[in-house]
């Protein structure tokens, strides 16, 4: 086996970057693909006053991915590419930790069992910090060991650059930063007769460089948590909340029992890393592959739970803690080749090249198949639109539907409602929901994707329309912040009437900022309060183009009985230079025949 080793990892290797530029060519974006897209990629918003504040801008996959845009274009597959570049750091640096493990047939189990995880794998095909992230890290473990081991300042800074960077690409591994850091401050000071005053002071000089570089991404968290929008995950419990998705989305399973097997794993683990130090003594203890795993991974698991019992962080949930994975899983492999009597267990990291070969697809995700619409399913859906169909989205599907829409000439705002809006013409939502409810028979269903939970359904008998109400609208190189398209009292003659209101103008405008314009509707009460309020990001469907169409559609079943104003306006942000030319907006009763 050892002969055919070499070989074997390229193979591998081989298989699963083509397998990776497949998914990243061949599949449409995610739900937060295509957030990181409008909100970052494309604006170039990454810093500053312009900057939406989401813990969805991973700070170095959107640079990185806006100078990409910028010579590319929008096609998501070069967006796409520097998480499956990172692949390659990800799997030869796992290559290049397990060496010491003298069994060729082990050292393939392990490399086998860390790279065909479908859920981790996935995400080097994603345009997110993930992969980049995680590749760095993987890679820099070496440079960890072997600092330890020989007290190599070049590898020292060497991994604390590729932490360094790997933070910036995710703030996750903030933690990890941390603790490198304390292991290196830990080895120096165990080791301080070993060390020259040059190499102190050069260490020294490597954590000073280690916080002032990362000052932006200590204020960028910051700024991120006094804005609420460190949202993902919850304070559950790390079990309910990490736990259970990673088991979820690594074995298919969330079972009760895996919460309790894994606490007995865990308190083996402890006996046996306490058995080690005491037979090999401190300094040979550390030097160990399997102790600097064991550093990483319970470091970081009690910074987790101290995070959230004191500064209330929320547990890190599914992709946000799938790096805990691959440390576990290596330092298993470490622990088991240590112990020779069981390490032929070994053999159980064969489960995920297993499980992953009928996942093998480009088509679909192991998480979160339901963030992604495909174009066929899409494309089954727009051929059913007309300029005055009315369309319901399921929120979670509108950015994804958006960029898809990018391609058409003219497109229908869709109308982002989690209810199933009943006068809406087409509903598209997840067949997961109202599926046993009676009103479905008024319905055909025009697409279905049950990889993705997708559905869309059309009614069975359109609606009459009768206008009752048209206004012409034309707009003049306006600068206001809002730009009004139509606004009214409510007429009594409008109550308790089914009715549409469309409109359909061409626009020009500047467009150079994020969010240059929006579209909003908004019925009001006599207090001014929202009572039904609908907004859409112009630049979400029409790109950086400074001319374009609009299609607005809603239709509602009876205005509320508090509803006292109708408004239609377009809120000029950046007071941005815009025209509507050959507008018109209409009210129409809906009829039923």
């Known amino acids: 086996m050892s002969k055919f080793y070499p070989l074997f990892t390229w193979v591998i290797f081989g298989l699963l970057i083509l397998y990776l530029l497949l998914r990243a060519y061949f599949l449409e974006p995610l739900h937060d693909e295509a957030a990181t897209f409008f909100h970052y990629i494309e604006s170039g ?39 499956v570049f990172a692949f390659a750091f990800y799997f030869w640096g796992i290559y290049r930790f397990i060496k010491p493990i003298g069994s060729s047939l082990y050292k393939s189990f392990i490399l086998l069992g860390t790279t065909c995880i479908p859920f981790i794998l996935e995400y080097f095909a994603y345009t997110r910090g993930y992969g980049i992230s995680i590749g760095l890290f993987v890679f820099s473990l070496h440079y960890i060991r072997n600092f330890i081991e020989s007290k190599s300042i070049k590898s020292a800074y060497i991994s604390s650059l590729l932490l360094c960077i790997a933070v910036y690409a995710n703030l996750n591994f903030i933690l990890t930063l941390i603790l490198m850091a304390l292991l290196f401050v830990l080895i120096q000071w165990m080791y301080k007769e070993a060390f020259s005053r040059k190499q102190h002071f050069l260490l020294f000089l490597n954590y000073a ?163 992604r619409i495909s174009k066929s399913f899409f494309n089954q859906v727009v051929k059913e639109l007309d300029p005055y169909t009315t369309i319901s989205i399921y929120p979670i599907q509108q950015l994804t539907w958006a960029y898809l829409s990018r391609g058409l000439e003219s497109d229908n705002f869709m109308i982002s409602q989690r209810d199933f809006n009943r006068t809406s013409e087409i509903v598209f939502t997840k067949s997961t929901l109202f599926s046993d409810q009676e009103f479905l028979d008024d319905y055909n269903v025009i697409a279905h994707n049950p990889l993705a939970t997708h559905v ?107 509803a006292n104003e109708i408004s239609l306006y377009i809120r000029n942000r950046k007071n941005e230079n815009f025209s509507i030319k050959n507008g018109s907006f209409e009210i129409l009763e809906l009829l039923d025949i």
Request: charged share 15%; net charge positive; aromatic share 16%.
């Open 45 to 83: 918003s990454i810093w500053g006053e312009n900057m939406m504040l989401d813990a969805n801008n991973h700070l170095l996959n959107s640079a990185i991915c806006h100078l990409i845009y910028l010579i590319f274009g929008e096609h998501f597959f070069f967006l796409r590419l520097p998480n």
């Open 456 to 562: 869309a359904y059309k009614r069975k008998s359109l609606y009459l329309k009768k206008l009752i109400f048209q206004k012409s609208v034309n707009v003049r190189n306006s600068k206001e912040n809002y730009i009004l398209i139509f606004k009214s009292i409510i007429p009594d003659s409008l109550r308790n009437r089914k009715l549409q209101f469309h409109f359909h103008a061409d626009m020009e405008a500047d467009n150079t900022y994020r969010e240059f314009a929006s579209f909003n509707f908004n019925i009001i009460d006599n207090s001014s309060n929202s009572l039904d309020y609908r907004f859409h990001n112009l630049r979400w469907n029409k790109g950086t183009r400074k001319s374009f169409p609009v299609n607005f559609n809603y239709a509602i079943e009876q205005l509320d009985a508090n």
């Open 209 to 371: 460089l280690l916080g002032v570089l990362n000052l932006p991404n200590l204020y960028y968290a910051h700024i991120l948590r006094a804005n609420g929008a460190l949202y993902y995950g919850s304070l559950d419990g790390f079990w309910e909340v990490t736990g259970k998705t990673l088991a979820k989305y690594t074995i298919f399973h969330d079972l009760v029992w895996l919460k309790y097997g894994s606490l007995i794993i865990i308190a083996l683990l402890i006996f046996y890393f306490i058995k080690r130090w005491i037979k090999l003594g401190a300094f040979n203890f550390f030097s160990e592959s399997s102790t600097v795993l064991a550093w990483f991974l319970f470091g970081n698991c009690i910074a987790i739970l101290l995070m959230a019992k004191v500064l209330g962080v929320n547990y890190p949930e599914d992709r946000v803690g799938m790096h805990l994975v691959i440390l576990f899983l290596l330092m298993m492999g470490f622990v088991l080749n240590q112990i020779k009597k069981i390490s032929w267990l070994m053999v159980v990291m064969l489960f995920f090249p297993i499980t992953m070969i009928p996942r093998i697809n480009l088509s679909t995700s192991v998480f979160s198949p339901d963030d």
